[in-house]
């Protein structure tokens, strides 16, 4: 039996004046292609969570993280790997989240989480995002 690929990705919960946290969609042809997740993506061999993250929210929303806290982590087993998702509440941002890789962003109430079409392996991050809305 073949061991299964393990991927870490790092995730960033933003959010607005509104209190809203932002999701993207996956665009056609990635795995899961269509499907709403949070903004990120996978951590470079020897690379530290918090700078994938940066680097990550750079690249696709042109924003420059200042302050990021890890919220919730978990392993999510897809059919052909497993997935560690580290999802990290932004506490602190600069610049306008838009899109540079020609995915759809919105902007979306923690109350409507769970309707908004989250892949499968985001939605145990509705939870964490619920709790920590009580907070802020």
Not at 66 to 92: C, I, K, M, S
């Amino acid at each position: 039996m073949t061991a299964r690929a393990r991927v870490h990705v790092v995730a960033g919960a933003l959010f607005d004046t509104e209190q809203r946290v932002l999701i993207a969609q996956r665009p056609a042809g990635k795995h899961m292609a269509g499907g709403w997740e949070f903004p990120g993506g996978k951590v470079d061999a020897g690379e530290r969570p918090f700078d994938a993250l940066a680097r990550e929210l750079q690249e696709e929303l042109g924003v420059a993280v200042g302050d990021a806290a890890p919220l919730v982590a978990y392993e999510h087993a897809y059919a052909d790997r497993n997935v560690f998702l580290d999802l990290w509440h932004v506490t602190n941002y600069r610049g306008e989240p838009h899109s540079r890789e020609g995915q759809p962003l919105k902007w979306v109430a923690i109350a409507d989480l769970p309707h908004a079409d989250l892949l499968e392996a985001d939605r145990p991050m509705i939870a964490a995002l619920q709790a920590l809305a009580k907070k802020l």
